[in-house]
């Protein structure tokens, strides 16, 4: 059973540009999450969502940030008009029982960005 | 959220045992404890998780005290691919499944 993945595992971009990150859960699985780890500091939780459902993005800057997990295809993270602020790693995970005090969340390998 | 309280650092020799130790005095009766670690340049993975009992696993043992507010992480012998930030979590039923990261404990593993 192959484990989450997300790609690009980098990328990079220039201020004002989009960035549009992916995330593909584990099979069955049909509740992601979204985290963000700034350089030097801890993870923050940014949404939750499943299949064509955002259940709670109360981590989501409230302008530029968008997330999305269509009925069929992979979640898509966007942030729109990127600032070097943005820069961090981008970690999504996805569990199969999504917010069930015993359930388990599988992380991907990230996606980092870099803005210039 | 309940808050839980852990070291900064920690280290280790290689092939030892390791305690790593978690405060969560205001856990609520409910809140499962999670132990997530994060290597170096990866995404976080599961260890373990449990409510009441010890649990056992094969990566590590988790002791739970009885009054619950309090934890050990139990990494029976420690490897240098165990050199990691280990992070300790309360999960509560009805939350959305959230997970509330703190700065976590860095374990170095000495040869």
């Known amino acids: 059973n192959a484990g989450v993945m997300q790609n690009p595992r980098h990328l990079v971009r220039r201020r004002g540009q989009e960035a549009r990150l992916r995330c593909s859960p584990m099979k069955g699985h049909s509740h992601v999450y979204w985290y963000r780890q700034l350089p030097e500091e801890g993870l923050k939780f940014m949404v939750y969502?499943?299949?064509?459902?955002?259940?709670?993005e109360s981590g989501m800057p409230k302008e530029r940030f968008s997330a999305e997990f269509p009925k069929e295809g992979p979640s898509i993270l966007r942030i729109q008009q990127v600032v070097r602020g943005d820069s961090a790693a981008y970690f999504c995970?996805?569990?199969?029982?999504?917010?069930?005090?015993?359930?388990?969340?599988?992380f991907g390998p990230g996606t980092r960005l870099t803005v210039l | 959220d309940a808050k839980t309280t852990q070291p900064n650092s920690m280290e280790s020799n290689e092939e030892e045992p390791v305690h790593l130790p978690c405060n969560h005095s205001?856990?609520?009766?409910?809140?499962?404890i999670h132990w997530y670690r994060q290597l170096p340049s990866q995404g976080p993975e599961y260890v373990i998780h449990?409510?009441?009992s010890n649990v056992n696993n094969r990566m590590a043992s988790l002791a739970i005290a009885e009054d619950r507010k309090s934890s050990t992480l139990i990494l029976h012998r420690a490897t240098l691919r165990d050199a990691a930030v280990y992070y300790c979590?309360?999960?509560?039923?009805?939350?959305?499944?959230?997970?509330?990261f703190g700065q976590g404990t860095t374990l170095q593993v000495k040869p």
């Open positions: 205001t856990i609520s009766g409910t809140d499962y």
């Open positions: 995970a996805s569990s199969p029982l999504g917010g069930a005090s015993t359930d388990t969340q599988y």
């Open positions: 969502l499943q299949k064509e459902n955002i259940i709670d």
């Open positions: 449990g409510l009441t």
């Open positions: 979590i309360l999960s509560a039923s009805g939350n959305t499944g959230k997970l509330i």
